[in-house]
């Protein structure tokens, strides 16, 4: 038989254990070529730069609708 708690634990115990669990809303900053938020360190989706350099091709969002 596996372990077993011997006393209940108390809801404030509890919930200050579990106060570190919850979701942090994501960190944005802003693009420097076409200034739209993006996840630090990451391919702008919207221009595909990255450091000041284009290093993606980003098909026109009009032309993605139509196929």
Do not use: F, T
Not at 16 to 36: T, Y
């Amino acid at each position: 038989m596996g372990a077993v708690p011997k006393r209940k634990i108390q809801q404030g115990r509890r919930n200050r254990r579990r106060s570190h669990l919850a979701l942090k809303p994501r960190q944005l900053v802003l693009c420097p070529q076409c200034k739209e938020p993006h996840i630090p360190h990451h391919v702008c989706p919207n221009c595909g730069s990255y450091n000041g350099v284009q290093v993606v091709e980003i098909e026109d969002k009009s032309k993605r609708k139509k196929e």
